[in-house]
């Protein structure tokens, strides 16, 4: 018995050996793109001004959430809230509507969107332009739009989503695409193609359809080689004009097809669900207000875009590893949203200007 609880101590510290060694490659491998992100968001983070009134601090509207998707609309919203946008809305399904305004009051839900089975043949172009007016009441008050959290894929929800994201487009209104947006943009990338305000936040799965898509060719999956995976981030950007890609990973690499920077510090070895979520939600706020500080000296000499996704993907990091201290392996989405405000604070102590 002795002997077998020796031999499983080694075997223990071999693993851990070799897992650091693992991290320390990849941290050599990315040195060369680490950016000062912990700088970034304090820079952007604006104070807490008593003069100002109510939506200054930003207004974020989630397009999401189905009859089988309820969670994920949520997530991104209510994330927004805790960093501390003022408003947040979603544009949901009738279904949807209920459940999302039950786990939230903060929450301004707007039960508009509709789905096949609900739309009579021949009723839906009526349809769809009843869903694009009613949205288009207030899409021009947001600092952004977060699209795709638990949207689903069906047909015709897709299709009015899609005139949602012309309207926005026109509008000139930041677009993060997250989740089931990368779905229905990786099938019709004219609606971002070329669009400098876009941000697509894609997995592993979903950066793969996108290269497959755009690029013609497979994903680099070798970690070591990071110069590969670099180029092919730059070639992607490139490809669909210039939008940002924050791609998720070990390390996230973000690149608007000028320049690739990466975020590496913290992080959870816990990969429950949502966390995309609460990321769209953390870039959709620190985009508005990357967008309000383009002026702000050599530090802030970058796209607002790539700006929103460092300090997004940063604060995301930092909760998951402060909840996971806490929680552990039972760590869930919810804990990690929780942590978001003691995140912001513990990276950006708040100031309050006093009149």
């Not at 397009?63 to 949520?74: F, L, M, S």
Request: hydrophobic share 40%.
């Amino acid at each position: 018995m002795q002997a077998a609880s020796t031999i499983i101590k080694r075997q223990q510290l071999l693993i851990r050996g070799f897992l650091i060694h693992q991290r320390m490659q990849s941290a050599m491998s990315i040195a060369g793109l680490e950016v000062d992100a912990l700088g970034i968001l304090r820079a952007i983070t604006p104070p807490l001004d008593p003069t100002r009134y109510k939506g200054q601090a930003g207004k974020i509207g989630v397009i999401g959430g189905c009859r089988e998707y309820t969670g994920a609309p949520y997530f991104s919203a209510v994330s927004a809230l805790k960093i501390g946008a003022d408003l947040s809305h979603v544009f949901c399904t009738k279904d949807a509507a209920p459940v999302i305004k039950g786990y939230s009051p903060e929450l301004i839900v707007h039960p508009i969107l509709e789905e096949s089975y609900s739309v009579r043949n021949g009723d839906e172009q009526s349809v769809s332009a009843k869903v694009l007016a009613e949205v288009i009441k207030w899409i021009e008050r947001f600092d952004c739009l977060v699209v795709g959290p638990g949207l689903g894929r069906d047909p015709f929800l897709l299709d009015c989503v899609s005139d949602i994201m012309k309207h926005a487009r026109q509008s000139n209104i930041p677009i993060v695409v997250d989740g089931d947006g990368l779905f229905l943009i990786t099938n019709r990338l004219e609606l971002i193609k070329g669009y400098s305000l876009a941000v697509l936040t894609p997995n592993v799965m979903e950066y793969k359809r996108l290269v497959r898509k755009v690029l013609n060719c497979e994903v680099n999956d070798d970690d070591n080689d990071q110069e590969k995976a670099t180029q092919q981030l730059l070639a992607l950007s490139k490809g669909i004009g210039g939008v940002t890609i924050l791609r998720k990973g070990r390390s996230d690499l973000i690149s608007d097809g000028e320049t690739v920077r990466a975020v590496s510090m913290y992080g959870s070895p816990r990969r429950c669900g949502g966390q995309g979520d609460i990321l769209s939600g953390g870039v959709a706020v620190f985009l508005s207000w990357a967008r309000k500080h383009q002026n702000g000296g050599e530090l802030l000499d970058m796209n607002p875009t790539v700006l929103g996704c460092i300090a997004g993907s940063v604060i995301m990091r930092k909760a998951a590893w402060l909840a996971f201290e806490q929680k552990r392996r039972s760590t869930v989405t919810a804990d990690i949203i929780d942590c978001l405000g003691r995140s912001l604070d513990e990276i950006c102590p708040a100031t309050v200007i006093t009149p």
